[in-house]
């Protein structure tokens, strides 16, 4: 999660950071899945500070979108289900 | 449905597993079509071996080429031998002579200006006219964008801003391209799409840059390099000493 804020104060800076309203939802440990809040308004430029982020704790990393969802319910059904 | 291509993936072509493991990478990540940039001189079996991974990964192969010339000759020598070898024909455009040449060139296919020197980015208004008359798109590699930090990413975020703005006036289609070394720089479709918002991309003219215009330039090209093509609008359709039948 720091790192995620990290790289959205670094292209959008604090004022642009406010408007994402990130917050850190879950983390499931076993499949290395984070769930994440932010501002529906924001999906783009949040998705742009996941995809720029290449470092976590100094070691090269990378992260991607699984899903997206309006609600944790459908979320979780969405990261569950098997790719068909 | 959409089908995504990211066609500038640079492996190591050394090393099979690097070549592999980018594939099968991309293939995980959705993407229907990957482009591999192959050098001048490069063994079939390095093409064959590419080839044969990417059926397995279920994703079709392109075969393309980055060339940087120093000259306008030497731009025009390469393209007479690379341009029926290969399916796609990008120029670093790395001086404002080769840049316009490539620009009127319709042999060139894209048009990359690798440089994070804002003086040494030739896309302006005049290439960009000279492009619409062309067959050449805009490409812009995300790796730059990711691979820079602070003030470098500052400067080049403004300078693709303002050539994505020049392009969209001139109707130039762009291409975004992960250019891509190993795995851990791939991306996926929607969030190499998602950056663009960093430099004033629409959304859906971002998505159209991973899907739509280089799934274009490809089919464009294969028509071309398919052996019944002999010219602009005509084409081979039977051959045989009674044609009529």
Redesign the interface.
Known sequence: MNAIWSMAYQLFGEFGASHMNLSLVQYIGEERITIVRCSHKALRNVRAVIAAVTKINDKRAVIHVVAISGTLKSLRKKITKPAV | MRKFADIHLHPDLTKKEDIEKIIYKAAE?NYAIVGISLPLKTRQSTINFSRRICEAAGVDFVARIDLTPKSTSGLLKNLRQVRRGFELVSVNCLSKSVARQAAKDHRVDLLAFPSINPRERFFDISEARLASQGVAALEIDMSL???L??FPRVRILSSLRREVAIAAKFHIPVVISSNAVD??????P???A??T??FGMD?ESALNAVSVNPIAILERNRKKLDSSYVAKGISIVQRGANCDS
């Open positions: 990540l964008i990711l691979q930090h602070y795995s851990y720089q791939l991306r996926e929607r969030e190499l998602s950056l918002t960093l959304k």
